[in-house]
């Protein structure tokens, strides 16, 4: 990828999280991942311990295989720089990307696991 200068006027960003990318300029390889066991629990007792990934198939399964390569022939000539004069951004979360300029390759994996423990019904 050939370089190229980025100018940015202004960029209004409240919150990036869990293993999320926000990058100005070219990049050549980005690569977020996470894995998040998250838990509603009833009560406010907690057994350290009770929650491993290893206990879940969703964290131990293998990616699918990537698709071959489209062969495209092309010719680009970046000679005029990356201009952005205002972006506002209200989250980027949970392996993702926010990217002002030129990325080669990517792979972006999540893995959730949703748990909602709720106490017995005392009154039946």
Same mark, same amino acid.
């Given at each position: 990828m050939?370089?190229?200068?980025?100018?940015?006027?202004?960029v209004?960003?409240?919150?990036?999280l869990i293993?999320s990318?926000?990058?100005?300029?070219d990049v050549?390889r980005?690569?977020p991942?996470?894995?998040?066991?998250?838990?509603?629990?009833?009560g406010?007792e907690y @057994?350290p311990g009770?929650?491993k990934?290893k %206990?879940? %198939?969703i964290?131990?399964l293998?990616?699918?295989?990537?698709?071959?390569? @489209?062969t @495209?022939?092309t010719f680009t000539?970046?000679?005029?720089?990356i201009?952005?004069? %205002?972006i506002?951004i209200?989250g980027?979360?949970t392996?993702?990307?926010?990217q002002?300029?030129g990325i %080669?390759? @990517?792979i972006?994996?999540n893995?959730?696991?949703h748990?909602?423990?709720?106490?017995?019904?005392?009154?039946?």
């Amino acid at each position: 990828m050939g370089e190229r200068m980025v100018y940015v006027d202004n960029v209004d960003v409240t919150s990036i999280l869990i293993s999320s990318i926000f990058t100005i300029g070219d990049v050549y390889r980005a690569a977020p991942t996470s894995n998040i066991l998250a838990v509603q629990k009833e009560g406010s007792e907690y @057994i350290p311990g009770t929650f491993k990934f290893k %206990d879940y %198939d969703i964290f131990n399964l293998e990616p699918s295989p990537p698709l071959p390569p @489209i062969t @495209i022939t092309t010719f680009t000539y970046q000679n005029n720089p990356i201009v952005v004069d %205002d972006i506002e951004i209200k989250g980027v979360s949970t392996a993702g990307v926010f990217q002002i300029g030129g990325i %080669d390759h @990517i792979i972006s994996k999540n893995r959730t696991k949703h748990f909602r423990l709720l106490q017995e019904d005392e009154q039946m």
